[in-house]
């Protein structure tokens, strides 16, 4: 059996070394594939228009765009002159930013942002550092208000937003990595702070202009190069909003711009903006939930390929989409984007088959190894989600926020309808990528490949049961209501009087009014807004459900079995929203 083994482990690899010098013939092909990739994506309609640029050893062999930016206007999108908005790959510049500053000696990455910010900045929980912010490892909760604005003009200075929206942290710095847009909006503003200059200028004169990057820019509405309008997937124009915490996602740039963006990054030799070593920082593991998994570098994922290391960032904004893949092995990197919803799904297929076509098909062991120390089945949610606010309610309504594990330990387990393959200690191959199980603190988290985890939950948090309550919650009150009207208007009352029927319209009309103002929050960034009248909301509804079991237990005697049993299950119901709505963090 050894022998076997052996023999198969020698023949991979000699298959391995004669597939990647194919493989490697092969490379000067990405440019005709990603362009007839993205041709194909525009000309079937499933974006509006598309941006592409490739570079291979120090040289652009693709900048073009296909598609429209501009269809009203005719404006035809364009590699040179039409800017995308490339969501969370600027997040990237904030992490060259901090190490501008670190090089220079005037930050210090492992120290307390609290040295660098005013005496009255509001005191964090626990002390954070520049590191913990560029790992995503602050353990600030995700808050989604006042991330973005629908008006330009409602844009804030980063100095009042960094202090008005700031969130809760829900685990202690360095100890899990949970994506966090806030964490990388202070760190824009600790450089600000350090610079004693706007951060999107500091970004302009420090790291856009120094390297060619001139349609590159961080402030709003001072583009240099025609930007493209946003789209629905139906080819409907749509209205992208802005970016209030800005340096987490508010860049716009060109291919071009993008293409020497990544010609610096890959070329340890250019020393403009910064030195070797500091480059070599951002893209050095520095954080990892387990040695199995590449970890994080400052905002740059990191992913093993055959052996070969591959850095990327994925962007995205309400309408854009975007990504950025970097191989230093091959010295190449690939830079792509939509104005218009792609499906995750699709681009990553298209990244996927650059990565095989650089550094060969994914080579997996003659024998699988691994072992499963406990079971994994369950549901998880993403920590990249609110824990104390109203806002936790979007991880119920969010595609992706919420996944299930299904299976056993026997029988194997499957997410997403694909199977789980075990390829070391609590280390499984799945359609979402690698991923670790890990148990800590009497729970089970999931880590990825990124910076984003997952932590198991009851059953209770499944979204057939959260989205379920309010609708019940809603028919009982109806049946109530619609009820109490008809014995109204017929002069019976039961022997309870109106009282029912008056706090079933009170809860009715609660209800009515909250719901509103979630769906108002919600589309508006602004959710947290209005957390004093969603309180006010919440309390009504509870009054009403403490009037009704008083008037159940009372009249409990002296009513018709059947007008009995709509009171309990309108009581039931009541007070089993009113734990939905302090679940929700709205009372």
Wanted: charged share 15%; hydrophobic share 45%.
């Amino acid at each position: 059996m050894r022998k076997w083994i052996a023999a198969v482990l020698i023949f991979a690899s000699v298959f391995a070394f004669a597939a990647g010098a194919a493989y490697a013939r092969e490379a000067a092909d990405v440019p005709q594939y990603l362009e007839q990739a993205l041709r194909d994506i525009t000309a079937h309609a499933k974006a509006k228009g598309a941006v592409v640029s490739v570079v291979q050893n120090g040289e652009v062999t693709l900048c073009a765009g296909y598609g429209d930016a501009d269809a009203y206007m005719s404006i035809a999108a364009d590699g040179e002159t039409t800017a995308f908005r490339i969501g969370s790959i600027s997040k990237t510049f904030v992490a060259v930013a901090a190490q501008i500053l670190h090089q220079e000696g005037k930050l210090t990455m492992d120290a307390d942002i609290a040295r660098y910010l005013e005496p009255d900045f509001t005191k964090l929980q626990y002390p954070v550092t520049m590191h913990h912010l560029l790992t995503h490892t602050a353990g600030f909760e995700d808050r989604v208000t006042g991330m973005a604005v629908k008006n330009v003009s409602d844009t804030e200075p980063l100095s009042v937003s960094v202090r008005k929206y700031l969130p809760a942290q829900v685990f202690a710095p360095g100890e899990v990595v949970s994506y966090s847009n806030y964490g990388i909006a202070l760190a824009g503003y600790v450089v600000e702070r350090i610079a004693g200059m706007d951060f999107a200028q500091f970004c302009r004169e420090r790291i856009f202009l120094p390297l060619g990057m001139r349609h590159t820019t961080f402030a709003h509405m001072h583009d240099t190069a025609y930007v493209s309008k946003a789209y629905l997937p139906n080819g409907g124009q749509a209205m992208e909003p802005y970016m209030n915490l800005y340096p987490e996602g508010s860049a716009v740039s060109t291919a071009a711009d993008m293409a020497e963006y990544m010609l610096w990054l890959l070329d340890s030799g250019d020393a403009r903006v910064l030195e070797a070593e500091y480059k070599s920082e951002i893209f050095d593991c520095q954080f990892t939930m387990d040695e199995g998994l590449g970890g994080v570098g400052y905002t740059w994922n990191r992913k093993l390929h055959n052996g070969e290391p591959c850095y990327d960032k994925k962007g995205e904004t309400l309408h854009f989409y975007s990504r950025i893949a970097l191989y230093p092995s091959r010295q190449a990197g690939v830079f792509l984007s939509f104005n218009t919803y792609v499906p995750a799904e699709e681009i990553d297929a298209i990244l996927r088959q650059v990565t095989q076509v650089l550094y060969g098909a994914e080579l997996t062991a003659a024998v699988p190894a691994g072992s499963a120390t406990f079971n994994i089945s369950g549901l998880y949610a993403n920590n990249w989600s609110s824990f104390h606010t109203p806002e936790k309610l979007l991880r119920y309504i969010v595609p992706g926020k919420l996944v299930r594990i299904s299976g056993s330990e026997s029988e194997g387990y499957t997410l997403n309808g694909g199977k789980l393959i075990l390829t070391g200690e609590d280390t499984y191959d799945t359609p979402m990528g690698r991923l670790k199980f890990l148990q800590r603190d009497g729970g089970v988290l999931m880590a990825t490949e990124s910076a984003i985890t997952y932590s198991r939950v009851t059953w209770a948090d499944a979204p057939v049961v959260q989205l379920l309550l309010p609708a019940w919650f809603l028919l009982a009150v109806l049946m109530t209501t619609a009820h109490g009207i008809v014995t109204a208007a017929r002069r019976r009352t039961h022997g309870t009087g109106k009282l029912p029927l008056m706090l079933s319209v009170v809860q009715l009309l609660a209800f009515g009014a909250l719901t509103i103002l979630l769906y108002t929050g919600i589309a508006g960034f602004r959710l947290l807004s209005y957390t004093l009248p969603i309180a006010a909301c919440a309390i009504l509804i509870v009054a009403g459900t403490a009037g009704a079991i008083y008037s159940a237990v009372k009249n409990a005697k002296t009513v018709a079995a059947g007008y009995r049993l709509l009171l309990l299950h309108w009581c039931i119901a009541s007070a089993a929203f009113c734990v939905w709505l302090i679940g929700m963090r709205m009372l």
